[in-house]
T-cell receptor
C-alpha cells in the first residue's frame, strides 16, 4: 500500500507555456501533499505543502503565482508551472502523507520537466 | 566502507561488504528521522525511520543509529549488493504544525561488483 503516482513522467514544453503535473495517491487518502524540486546531483527542496481543500503553503522564495498548486481531493494534487522558462527545467517530485500516519511521506516517481 | 557525509558525497563499497552512511542534522528540535534511497530518475524510497526516543533501529539488512548528543545519524547496510547503488538521503522531521521534512545533501553509494 501507500503508492503515489505522478503524471506525466517526462514533459518537454516551449518557453511561455504552462505545464500541469498530477500527483495521485492510489490506495490511500492523502490529507497532505508536498511538492519538491530537485536539481541534478542535489537534494530535494520543498516548494509547498498542500492540505485537501485549502490553499497551499509555499516555502520562502517560491513564487505562488508561478507554481500553482491545487489539492482538490484526498487523492489528487496538481502543480502547474505557469509561463515556463528554461530555468524551470527540473525534476519535480510530490509526496503524500496519510491521516493515520501523518509523519511519513510516500513519494511519487517524479516528473522531469524540460523547458526549451 | 564509511562516509563522512557532507565531506564525502560518494561512497564506493565492494559487494558483500558493509556500508556506513553518515549524516549530521542541524535542528535539535527534530524528533523523527528517515533514511531514503533514491535511484537515478526516480523518487525517494523509504528505507527506515527512527524516533528521537530511540538510538537504534534495525530493519532487513539495514540499521539506523541516532546520536542526539552530537546530532548524528547513520545508516548501516549489511552485505551491500549492486542493487543498493543509489543516492541516500537522511531527512529530519521538524516538529510543528505540519510534518515538514528537511532533506540532507545526500550520499551516493557505488557498489563495486
Amino acid at each position: 500500500g501507500a503508492v503515489v503516482s505522478q503524471h506525466p513522467s517526462r514533459v518537454i514544453c516551449k518557453s511561455g507555456t504552462s505545464v500541469k503535473i498530477e500527483c495521485r495517491s492510489l490506495d490511500f487518502q492523502a490529507t497532505t501533499m508536498f511538492w519538491y524540486r530537485q536539481f541534478p546531483k542535489k537534494s530535494l527542496m520543498l516548494m509547498a505543502t498542500s492540505n485537501e481543500g485549502s490553499k497551499a503553503t509555499y516555502e520562502q522564495g517560491v513564487e505562488k503565482d508561478k507554481f500553482l498548486i491545487n489539492h482538490a481531493s484526498l487523492t489528487l494534487s496538481t502543480l502547474t508551472v505557469t509561463s515556463a522558462h528554461p530555468e524551470d527545467s527540473s525534476f519535480y517530485i510530490c509526496s503524500a502523507s496519510r491521516r493515520e500516519r501523518s509523519d511519513t511521506q510516500y513519494f511519487g516517481p517524479g516528473t522531469r520537466l524540460t523547458v526549451l | 566502507g564509511e562516509s563522512v557525509g557532507l565531506h564525502l558525497p560518494t561512497l564506493s563499497v565492494q559487494e558483500g561488504d558493509n556500508s556506513i552512511i553518515n549524516c549530521a542534522y542541524s535542528n535539535s528540535a527534530s524528533d523523527y528521522f528517515i533514511w531514503y534511497k533514491q535511484e537515478s530518475g526516480k523518487g525517494p524510497q523509504f528505507i527506515i525511520d527512527i524516533r528521537s526516543n530511540m538510538d537504534k533501529r534495525q530493519g532487513q539488512r539495514v540499521t539506523v543509529l541516532l546520536n542526539k548528543t552530537v546530532k548524528h545519524l547513520s545508516l548501516q547496510i549489511a552485505a551491500t549488493q549492486p542493487g543498493d547503488s543509489a543516492v541516500y538521503f537522511c531527512a529530519e522531521n521538524i516538529a510543528g504544525g505540519y510534518q515538514k521534512v528537511t532533506f540532507g545533501t545526500g550520499t551516493k553509494l557505488q557498489v563495486i561488483p
